[in-house]
T-cell receptor, first 115, second 114 residues
């Protein structure tokens, strides 16, 4: 019974390159959330997606960042033209529904380092 | 807008002693409250939640949390700390009146000394 799978676990990119982070939710979960954790800081909400729809992207920078959750396949968080400030741990979580009493299942995160 | 405050960056406690990790929240509707734990280089693990009902909620690993509506608090507690409880703890809140975004506190690092 696999949980939320994120890959890669570690990603190193040079400034200006693209970073692509993948998240496969728990089987049967159709709601995906992306959070960013900067060193010694808490989790910051980035985006909430359902299959083929972005529900709330209020926490995602307007430029260079995008997210998708296609009908088939994992959710993708894409960061274009990465800068050193993008270095962080990116966590994906999923839930079975939008109901407010659902806790989240988190993945182990992708640690992005921009050199 | 909803928010969560964890006033302590770090809590130190001796093994065997009771521990408390504090959390206060602000939300316009009914609060749905959660605690998560994060071990080094790992994702967050769900500990417990308060949706409705009894103010004292019991969760995983012997943890419990007390919901106090008048003080808008949801402190995490454990009667007897273990060294293995040392980790980063996050409080989170969601607006129960139709909200779907969960907001996390900055985290409190718990150190349990043997």
């Amino acid at each position: 019974n696999a949980g939320v799978m994120q890959n890669p676990r570690h990603l190193v990119r040079r400034r200006g390159q693209e970073a692509r982070l993948r998240c496969s939710p728990v089987k049967g979960h159709s709601h995906v959330y992306w959070y960013r954790q900067l060193p010694e800081e808490g989790l910051k909400f980035m985006v909430y997606l359902q299959k083929e729809n972005i529900i709330d992207e209020s926490g995602m920078p307007k430029e260079r960042f995008s997210a998708e959750f296609p009908k088939e396949g994992p959710s993708i968080l894409r960061i274009q033209q990465v800068v050193r400030g993008d270095s962080a741990a990116y966590f994906c979580a999923s839930s079975p529904g939008q109901g407010t009493n659902y806790g989240y299942t988190f993945g182990s995160g992708t640690r992005l380092t921009v050199v | 807008a909803q928010s969560v405050a964890q006033p302590e960056d770090q809590v130190n406690v001796a093994e065997g002693n009771p521990l408390t990790v504090k959390c206060t929240y602000s939300v316009s509707g009914n609060p749905y409250l959660f605690w998560y734990v994060q071990y080094p280089n790992r994702g967050l693990q769900f500990l417990l939640k308060y949706i409705t009902g009894d103010n004292l909620v019991k969760g995983s690993y012997g943890f419990e949390a007390e919901f106090n509506k008048s003080q808008t608090s949801f402190h995490l507690k454990k009667p007897s700390a273990l060294v293995s409880d040392s980790a980063l703890y996050f409080c989170a809140v969601r607006d129960g009146n139709g909200g779907f975004k969960t907001i996390f506190g900055a985290g409190t690092r718990l150190f349990v000394k043997a």
